[in-house]
């Protein structure tokens, strides 16, 4: 089975920083692109970034100068590296990976969220 477990993620004030990261682990071949995606109150679900396994990256407008994606395909974990952070970043902040299981298949799987708020 695989599982993508996220941590970090908390309260801050507006203008500090976060960083969560997501772990995944189980059987599996690989990892191809890995997301964060964030839910707000009364908001559909949004991707916030993503990053290919060759670490090629692309994030939303609302987020851009302000949040790194990365990841360390040795431990098989994407980052979200946040900074000025405004109160409307205020999210569950969801991890997606696609993952290979065999040379056949792959599947999405998605970690189980954190929450990121920021006061004014």
């Known amino acids: 089975q695989v599982q993508l477990v996220e941590s970090g993620g908390g309260l801050v004030q507006a203008g500090g920083s976060l960083s969560l990261s997501c772990a995944a682990s189980?059987?599996?071949?690989?990892?191809?692109?890995m997301g964060w995606y964030r839910h707000a109150p009364g908001k559909q679900r949004e991707l916030v970034a993503i990053i290919t396994r060759d670490g090629n990256t692309n994030c939303a407008d609302s987020v851009k100068g302000r949040f790194t994606i990365s990841r360390d395909n040795t431990k098989n974990t994407v980052y979200l590296q946040m900074s000025s952070l405004k109160p409307e970043d205020t999210a569950v902040y969801y991890c997606?990976?696609?993952?290979?299981?065999?040379?056949?298949?792959?599947?999405?799987?998605w970690g189980q969220g954190t929450q990121v708020t920021v006061s004014s």
């Open positions: 189980g059987r599996f071949f690989s990892i191809n692109a």
């Open positions: 997606k990976g696609r993952v290979r299981l065999n040379i056949f298949y792959e599947d999405d799987y």
